[in-house]
């Protein structure tokens, strides 16, 4: 009987493809375009900082409304853990931050790098309780750098 057939339970192609948990906001040091556009590519949800902030505005300004999104920001700010007034906007606004530790590279590189963490990122923002920063290596390794 056509009306007993059991129904397959495997979503449909439609349906397979969930939403990414994982919002990234990149701080203004990391570019416009060639980052965002290659987390894009690679199915990432993407915020650039000019797109929502004055080019001028100070990072303790920015983090707070960051927090609120719920959004976790790329940087390659490797000093904002040791800087008091940013270190503390970040961890009141619990931020996820994630701070590239490469220097001298340009923007395709970052890029190369934070595509190939993405996937470690987005399971290492989905894991860890905010405010946290964690630096992503030249080779796409995630650790702890700061957890509240």
Same mark, same amino acid.
């Given at each position: 009987?056509?009306?007993?057939?059991?129904?397959?339970?495997?979503?449909?192609?439609?349906?397979?493809?969930?939403?990414?948990? *994982?919002?990234?906001?990149?701080? &203004?040091?990391?570019?416009?375009?060639?980052?965002?556009? %290659? !987390?894009?590519? @690679? #199915?990432?949800?993407?915020?650039?900082?000019?797109?929502?902030?004055?080019?001028?505005?100070?990072?303790?300004?920015?983090?707070?409304?960051?927090?609120?999104?719920?959004?976790? *920001?790329?940087?390659?700010?490797? &000093?904002?853990?040791?800087?008091?007034?940013?270190?503390? %906007? !970040?961890?009141? @606004? #619990?931020?996820?931050?994630?701070?590239?530790?490469?220097?001298?590279?340009?923007?395709?590189?970052?890029?190369?790098?934070?595509?190939?963490?993405?996937?470690?990122?987005?399971?290492?923002?989905?894991?860890?309780? &905010?405010?946290?920063?964690?630096?992503?290596?030249?080779?796409?390794?995630?650790?702890?750098?700061?957890?509240?």
């Amino acid at each position: 009987m056509a009306g007993n057939r059991s129904r397959s339970r495997k979503p449909s192609a439609a349906n397979s493809k969930l939403r990414n948990p *994982v919002v990234f906001f990149l701080d &203004r040091n990391l570019g416009k375009k060639t980052i965002a556009e %290659a !987390l894009r590519q @690679a #199915g990432a949800e993407v915020r650039v900082h000019d797109d929502h902030f004055p080019a001028s505005a100070r990072d303790e300004e920015w983090l707070s409304e960051v927090g609120r999104q719920g959004w976790i *920001v790329l940087t390659k700010d490797a &000093r904002i853990r040791y800087r008091e007034i940013e270190r503390t %906007a !970040l961890v009141n @606004a #619990g931020v996820g931050a994630f701070v590239l530790t490469a220097k001298n590279l340009q923007g395709s590189e970052m890029a190369s790098i934070f595509v190939h963490a993405l996937p470690s990122m987005t399971r290492f923002a989905v894991r860890h309780p &905010r405010p946290f920063i964690a630096k992503v290596t030249p080779s796409g390794a995630i650790s702890m750098l700061l957890k509240h």
